[in-house]
């Protein structure tokens, strides 16, 4: 992203600040409710998603305050969700269904050891991930295709175009001999707009009834390079080979044509869920102050920052499955009126 974009992100989260800040301290609750949330690095988006709704938050209900904490991702937020006493009455955190199943059965490179993550809760749904592939090569159709080809990977440590998009070739497609770049989602994009690899991973992030969906920054640039591409479908027959060899809990999910500038055909891809999540003794009436609170201003943070489109109340009450809804969020979701 260029420095630009982060001043202007910077600049409208900073006036959002300032204007609460102005804010008495006399009219704040005595029994103030205080909530950290860890989220992800600034620049990845769910940090500055978070401090926009502590914000608002601060500005209409003072007695709750949720403390947005800049954290180095979502396995981090795993390791202190499941390993940390502390953690578990007090704090909420940002991650995804697929990084829980990473750390549930211990994927190499990203955690040493399985974690127990059965005591996780859910606490309020932001978006499905979509990912899916991309090439410049018009011999490649399908991931089969991909045997012998230079693929450019997002970075090791990344979860999305590094560790599933792997498993999506190697486990979904069965092809082992193709040769995996780990380049970074930037540099592998200027890789593929230069034609130093034939094909690469990219994500979108949608809605959960995929009426709203807003491609990656990466995908954006490579869009707007004028290099002519086309999609790779990842289909649901091979999203079940990949949840039934792993017992992952990935979902197939379809981004319909015309979305994306010269796509004339739907988009099939491997999908997860970014959520956030308590530990299970995290307390009922907190979770219900949390997720009630959010879902009513959740549509007001898109005003501050454009992903803010995703939160709907709608989507926001929709739990994935595999994961346990927290009791108090159920309620909160059922009041509204937004739950089953």
């Known amino acids: 992203m260029t420095l630009n974009f982060f001043c202007r992100v910077s600049g409208a989260l900073t006036a959002l600040s300032l204007t609460i800040a102005s804010t008495p301290t006399s009219s704040l609750a005595q029994d103030q409710l205080r909530v950290p949330v860890l989220t992800t690095q600034f620049g990845a988006g769910t940090f500055e998603q978070i401090v926009a709704f502590e914000r608002l938050v601060a500005d209409r209900y003072p007695a709750l305050r949720l403390v947005a904490q800049e954290s180095p991702g979502y396995v981090y937020n795993l390791n202190e969700m499941t390993r940390k006493e502390s953690r578990e009455e007090t704090t909420l955190a940002m991650s995804s269904t697929g990084a829980i199943w990473a750390a549930r059965s211990g994927q190499e490179g990203f955690f040493p050891k399985p974690l127990a993550t059965d005591n996780l809760r859910w606490v309020m749904t932001r978006s499905a991930n979509c990912l899916w592939f991309i090439s410049t090569d018009a011999d490649v159709k399908t991931v089969a295709d991909f045997s012998g080809k230079n693929i450019g990977m997002g970075l090791r440590s990344q979860t999305h175009p590094g560790l599933f998009a792997t498993r999506m070739i190697e486990t979904g497609g069965g092809v082992t001999d193709a040769n995996l770049e780990y380049l970074g989602d930037g540099p592998s994009m200027t890789a593929l707009a230069d034609g130093k690899i034939d094909i690469a991973p990219v ?40 949840n039934a060899e792993l017992g992952a809990p990935f979902e197939a999910l379809t981004i ?31 979770a219900f102050e949390v997720t009630k609170t959010l879902t009513e201003i959740g549509t007001d943070v898109a005003k501050y920052i454009g992903a803010g489109k995703l939160y709907r109340p709608e989507t926001m009450c929709t739990p994935p499955v595999g994961l346990e809804p927290h009791p108090g969020a159920v309620r909160a979701c059922k009041e509204s009126g937004l739950g089953q």
């Open 256 to 286: 319909p044509a015309g979305t994306f500038p010269q796509q004339d055909k739907d988009i099939e891809c491997l999908a997860d869920y970014t959520v956030m999540i308590s530990h299970k003794n995290f307390p009922e009436s907190a």
């Open 203 to 242: 994500v979108a992030t949608m809605t959960a009834d995929g009426d709203i969906v807003l491609p990656s920054g990466s995908l954006r640039r490579f869009q707007s390079s004028g290099r002519e591409y086309h999609n790779i479908n990842f289909p649901p027959d091979l999203v079940e080979k990949v």
